[in-house]
């Protein structure tokens, strides 16, 4: 007897908030297979899915067979998704190299294309792998109301509410929140680490750019110039030979 899914509470994040949307270059571009309006459209769709769940996808990675059914009509888009998610290379790369924890925040952030609630909702997604499996997990996932009324069965799925408005920054993608591999395999793979060695520019806008004649347009060059130490003591007035001083005679 499997044991069933245990409750968590879902925090009200952007995923969960209907809001005004605009449309705009940041927004996520939306691929379903309902109105497709040539064939090349298909191979867009396709590539939009593997993004989705391999974000990378090597020519040894793809699944011939799957594109072919779901090129003629035999699967729903929903099913391509499932083959992917039940794949040889998701199951060795993302299933085989990360915890229960860390493999139910992947599959939930590309399944269901937001983050996962806390910590229950891990543990919750975690007991159903343990104790039903790995591929029982999948259809669930895919089965749920969640996933149903936001894709359906012929949307691909994408990360949904990335970009916050009223914030400078929305949220990070979930190939950068949940890589692959995480840090002990990458280590092991020999993985580069990122290294910014550029420089970073701070943005001034034109109004607040000084004008030709500004000190500050000055300011490289005094900071340039190399400080001469003073040598020796200071001269009191009382001291000073007058008949050396030059001068300008008047008459």
């Not at 699944?63 to 699967?75: A, D, H, K, V």
């Not at 408005?165 to 990122?194: H, L, M, T």
Request: aromatic share 12%; proline share 6%.
């Amino acid at each position: 007897m499997s044991i069933p899914l245990l409750g968590y509470a879902p925090k009200t994040i952007n995923a969960r908030i209907n809001g005004y949307e605009v449309g705009g270059d940041d927004q996520p571009k939306i691929y379903s297979a309902e109105n497709l309006p040539s064939p090349g459209d298909m191979g867009n769709l396709i590539e939009a899915a593997y993004r989705q769940i391999f974000f990378h996808v090597f020519k040894s990675d793809r699944e011939p067979f799957l594109e072919s059914q779901l090129r003629n009509g035999q699967i729903t888009v929903r099913d391509f998704i499932r083959g992917l998610l039940l794949s040889d290379t998701y199951k060795r790369t993302f299933y085989g190299f990360n915890s229960n924890y860390r493999f139910v925040e992947q599959c939930v952030q590309r399944v269901l294309g937001r983050d996962v609630y806390g910590e229950d909702e891990k543990i919750a997604w975690s007991i159903v792998v343990g104790s039903k499996g790995l591929e029982a997990f999948i259809d669930d996932l895919l089965d749920s109301d969640e996933y149903l009324d936001n894709f359906g069965f012929d949307t691909v799925p994408y990360q949904r509410r990335r970009v916050l408005p009223g914030r400078d920054r929305g949220e990070i993608p979930f190939n950068i929140q949940s890589p692959r591999y995480d840090a002990y395999y990458r280590k092991v793979f020999g993985f580069p680490s990122g290294t910014w060695t550029g420089s970073v520019r701070r943005f001034v806008p034109q109004e607040q750019k000084p004008k030709v004649g500004d000190p500050a347009l000055y300011m490289d060059m005094v900071r340039s110039l190399k400080r001469r130490a003073i040598t020796g003591s200071p001269t009191a007035a009382s001291n000073i030979d007058m008949s050396k001083v030059p001068y300008r005679r008047t008459a």
